[in-house]
Nanobody
Framework: QVQLVESGGGLVQAGGSLELSCAAS????????MGWFRQAPGKERELAAA???????FYIDSVKGRFTISRDNAKNTVSLRMNRLNSEDTAVYYC????????????????WGQGTQVTVSS
């Protein structure tokens, strides 16, 4: 099992940028598809972006062109660069991992970080 620790959240003005990082430890990082989920107040948690061990990426429509997910398999980290942030991006962001191929199904992600708050002020 892999342990995940997120960092990089905070308060940013609309139009600004933030970069989230997730450090993984305890297992073979390259075995995992990594995802960034987010949960806004009063809403269900959703998968915002994901990246497979081979580097294939997925984004939900609302973040395409603004967010970039990347991973460094040598450092066991996955990052989420978020540009042109708006109030709808305000949420707790969670790093998550699953072995094998990509899926949007939250229940199949077996390992989770503690979450980091991103607040976008207008």
């Amino acid at each position: 099992q892999v342990q995940l620790v997120e960092s990089g959240g905070g308060l940013v003005q609309a139009g600004g940028s933030l970069e989230l990082s997730c450090a993984a430890s305890g297992d073979t990082f390259t075995s995992y598809t990594m995802g960034w989920f987010r949960q806004a107040p009063g809403k269900e948690r959703e998968l915002a972006a994901a990246i497979t061990s081979a580097g294939a990426t997925f984004y939900i429509d609302s973040v395409k062109g603004r967010f970039t997910i990347s991973r460094d398999n040598a450092k066991n980290t996955v990052s989420l660069r978020m540009n042109r942030l708006n109030s709808e991006d305000t949420a707790v962001y969670y790093c998550a991992a699953k072995t094998g191929w990509f899926t949007t199904k939250e229940v199949l992600y077996t390992n989770w970080g503690q979450g980091t708050q991103v607040t976008v002020s207008s």
